[in-house]
């Protein structure tokens, strides 16, 4: 162990866990979606974010249950409103990218105070970023229980 603390040791083995490995699914919703059916989709995918996408797959934003919850307090018609009227748009997402450590991305999730951040990657035609995958509070929950389940440092 070259004299090596157990904290230097498990240290370098976390900062070893990348997101390309631990990402999910994401779940995603068009801009013209309304809340009505965002809600509906949460609860079908048991999911507490979506991602809003345009019709290219470019990433335009991102509903919580809490945007939600917010807009069903409203006089709106949850049947008539769009998501993208909600929804916290491009540029102020938080976003992470396949090759980035899973620890930078749940430092993101911390400083920026959010349950999820989308997976991106540029846009081959066009601009813009596209979703392809999701990490949230629970993917680094898990990572944290594998970790004390089965490192040997
Ligand atoms: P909730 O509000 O349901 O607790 P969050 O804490 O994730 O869920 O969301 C708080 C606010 O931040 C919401 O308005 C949401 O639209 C926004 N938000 C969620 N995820 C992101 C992100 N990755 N980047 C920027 N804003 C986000």
Redesign the pocket.
């Known amino acids: 162990y070259a004299g090596k603390s157990a904290n230097q040791l498990l240290g370098e083995h976390v900062r070893k866990l990348m997101v390309k490995d631990y990402k999910s699914l994401p779940i995603v919703v068009k801009e013209e979606t309304s809340a009505y059916d965002a809600i509906c989709t949460m609860f079908l995918e048991d999911v507490?974010?979506l991602f809003v996408v345009k019709d290219n797959k470019q990433l335009a934003?991102?509903?919580?249950?809490?945007?939600l919850?917010k807009t069903a307090m409203g006089k709106q018609d949850l049947q008539t409103i769009p998501v993208s009227i909600v929804?916290?748009r491009m540029p102020?997402?938080?976003?992470c990218s396949l090759d980035d450590s899973l620890l930078d991305a749940a430092a993101k999730l911390m400083r920026?105070?959010?349950?999820?951040?989308?997976v991106v990657r540029q846009m081959e035609d066009g601009d813009g970023v596209e979703v392809i995958g999701r990490i949230t509070k629970t993917t680094i929950t898990k990572a944290f229980v594998e970790l004390g389940q089965h490192t040997d440092v």
């Open positions: 507490g974010t934003g991102v509903v919580s249950r809490k945007d919850l929804m916290t102020n997402i938080v976003t920026y105070q959010v349950d999820a951040l989308p």
